[in-house]
Antibody, heavy 123, light 107 residues
Framework: QVQLVQSGAEVKKPGASVKVSCKASGYTFTGYYMHWVRQAPGQGLEWMGWINPNSGGTNYAQKFQGRVTMTRDTSISTAYMELSRLRSDDTAVYYC????????????????WGQGTLVTVSS | EIVLTQSPGTLSLSPGERATLSCRASQSVSSSYLAWYQQKPGQAPRLLIYGASSRATGIPDRFSGSGSGTDFTLTISRLEPEDFAVYYCQQYGSPFTFGPGTKVDIK
C-alpha cells in the first residue's frame, strides 16, 4: 500500500535549521509530486511547497521563499524539507503529502499524507 | 492568492443527523480545483473529495461534495460516530490554500 513515513520529532533553538525526511513506499517515487504542509499547534493547515521528485523542480510558497529547501534522493525514495533560520512561530507539525502524477500539472488533492513530524523551536 | 472561508466554525450535531459544511472562495476557483479533508485529533488529514465532487478512494458514499465558482459544500448524509472531526477545504490552484476548518462535534 502507498505509505509515507516521516522522521521523528525535533527540538531546535531559534536561528537553527531543521531537515525533515519523508520515505515513500508502495508506488514509484519519481512518478508523483510531493508537497509539504505544516500545522501550528491548534491551528489550520499551511502549504509550504512542492517538489517534483523526477526532475527535482520545486515551487515554494512565497512566505517561505529563501528559508525552505526541498530536495529528494531517488535512490532511497525519500523527500526532504529543510527550513532555516527557525523562529518560535515555526513550531508546528510538518507533513509530507503525495500529489498527482508528475506527467501532469500538480493541480489535485493530496493523498496520502505522512504521519507528521513535530518540530519544536525553543531556546 | 485565493482566500477560503468556512462556515460554521463549529457544527454540533447528533449521530444520524445530516451535516452541511460551507466553503466560500474570495475569487472563482478554476476548474473546480477544490478538495475536502477530514482530520481527527493526533492524525494527519485524509482526502475525502477532490474536483469539488469526486470521492477519493475508499471514502463512504455518505460524503458528497458540490458547488462551483466561489461556493462549495460538503455534505455528510448521516453522521456516524467516526465522522466527528475537523474538516478543511482546499483550493489547488497556485498557490495552494486551505480554509480555517469546520469542527463537527457531538451534540
Amino acid at each position: 500500500q502507498v505509505q509515507l513515513v516521516q522522521s521523528g520529532a525535533e527540538v531546535k533553538k531559534p536561528g537553527a535549521s531543521v531537515k525533515v525526511s519523508c520515505k515513500a513506499s508502495g508506488y514509484t517515487f519519481t512518478g508523483y509530486y510531493m508537497h509539504w504542509v505544516r500545522q501550528a499547534p491548534g491551528q489550520g493547515l499551511e502549504w509550504m511547497g512542492w517538489i517534483n521528485p523526477n526532475s527535482g523542480g520545486t515551487n515554494y510558497a512565497q512566505k517561505f521563499q529563501g528559508r525552505v529547501t526541498m530536495t529528494r534522493d531517488t535512490s532511497i525514495s525519500t523527500a526532504y524539507m529543510e527550513l532555516s533560520r527557525l523562529r518560535s512561530d515555526d513550531t508546528a507539525v510538518y507533513y509530507c503529502a503525495r500529489g498527482p502524477p508528475t506527467y501532469q500539472l500538480p493541480l489535485d488533492g493530496f493523498d496520502p499524507w505522512g504521519q507528521g513530524t513535530l518540530v519544536t523551536v525553543s531556546s | 492568492e485565493i482566500v477560503l472561508t468556512q462556515s460554521p466554525g463549529t457544527l454540533s450535531l447528533s449521530p444520524g443527523e445530516r451535516a452541511t459544511l460551507s466553503c466560500r472562495a474570495s475569487q472563482s476557483v478554476s476548474s473546480s480545483y477544490l478538495a475536502w479533508y477530514q482530520q481527527k485529533p493526533g492524525q494527519a488529514p485524509r482526502l475525502l473529495i477532490y474536483g469539488a465532487s469526486s470521492r477519493a478512494t475508499g471514502i463512504p458514499d455518505r460524503f458528497s461534495g458540490s458547488g462551483s465558482g466561489t461556493d462549495f459544500t460538503l455534505t455528510i448524509s448521516r453522521l456516524e460516530p467516526e465522522d466527528f472531526a475537523v474538516y478543511y477545504c482546499q483550493q489547488y490552484g497556485s498557490p495552494f490554500t486551505f480554509g480555517p476548518g469546520t469542527k463537527v462535534d457531538i451534540k
